[in-house]
Nanobody
């Protein structure tokens, strides 16, 4: 079982920056990959960024060039640096993680990001 705790959300103006963090804890973590999804009001949850334990990343087209996902595997922590934020980035951001050999993903409770225009 993996527990994920996100932090770093908040209110920011258009063009501002935020850095989200997510720490994984549990026994025998063996994290394979971590990432971020988001869910805006009235919309489906969508993938934002994923990163492997080796640092290989994938981003949604809507955030490429603005968001950077990084991982500290020794600390079981994933980060999402969000720059040049836009009102359409307003959402609850959820961290997720996968373990080696475990066919399911684990999710955090989410952290709210609000970008004012």
């Amino acid at each position: 079982q993996v527990q994920l705790v996100e932090s770093g959300g908040g209110l920011v103006q258009t063009g501002g920056s935020l850095r989200l963090s997510c720490v994984a804890s549990g026994d025998n973590l063996n994290i394979n990959a971590m990432g971020w999804h988001r869910q805006a009001p009235g919309k489906q949850r969508e993938a934002v960024a994923t990163i492997s334990r080796r640092g290989n990343t994938n981003y949604a087209d809507s955030v490429k060039g603005r968001f950077t996902c990084s991982i500290d595997i020794a600390k079981n922590t994933v980060y999402l640096q969000m720059n040049n934020l836009k009102p359409e980035d307003t959402a609850i951001y959820y961290c997720n993680a996968g373990q080696i050999g475990v066919p399911r993903a684990f999710w955090g409770q989410g952290t709210r990001v609000t970008v004012s225009s």
